[in-house]
């Protein structure tokens, strides 16, 4: 029954004046919390985990590795995480947005989510050791 009182005027309550509100901020490189400026949300990691397929595979012979990243992380902090987590000489990153795609088993329809690759170039003379399998 209570549906049928929305559109009435209630008489017994008196309204709340509003709040101001002090206007934002704007947000720049330097204003930007230490977590986001870090790459991964909460934990400070960019990287999630080393992408095997078959053309990540053929890549290692170029010096060249694939990574998932998260989503926030760009090519400079993704840079930083490399060299620093495997103790090699970055020379180059490429960033790749793949897609959610859909996908429809029997009669149910859904989702497999999209992710963030990178590609990471390395000197000469530098290899990562855990990327070979």
Known sequence: MSAFNLFKKSEGKKEQPK?????AAPV???SR?????AGAPGN?????HIHVSEKAA???GFRQ???EVEPAANKQEIKKQVEKMFNVKVTGVNVVNVPSKKRIIGRYMGT????RKAIVTLAEGYAIE????
Not at 33 to 37: L, R, Y
Not at 112 to 115: D, I, L, V
Not at 130 to 133: D, F, R, S, V, W
């Open 65 to 67: 590795y694939v990574f």
């Open 19 to 23: 709040k101001k509100v002090a206007a």
């Open 33 to 37: 919390p230490a977590a986001i400026t």
């Open 44 to 48: 400070g990691r960019v990287l999630r």
């Open 112 to 115: 497999k989510s999209g992710y």
């Open 130 to 133: 855990e990327a070979k399998a």
């Open 58 to 60: 053929r890549l290692t």
């Open 28 to 30: 720049t490189v330097e």
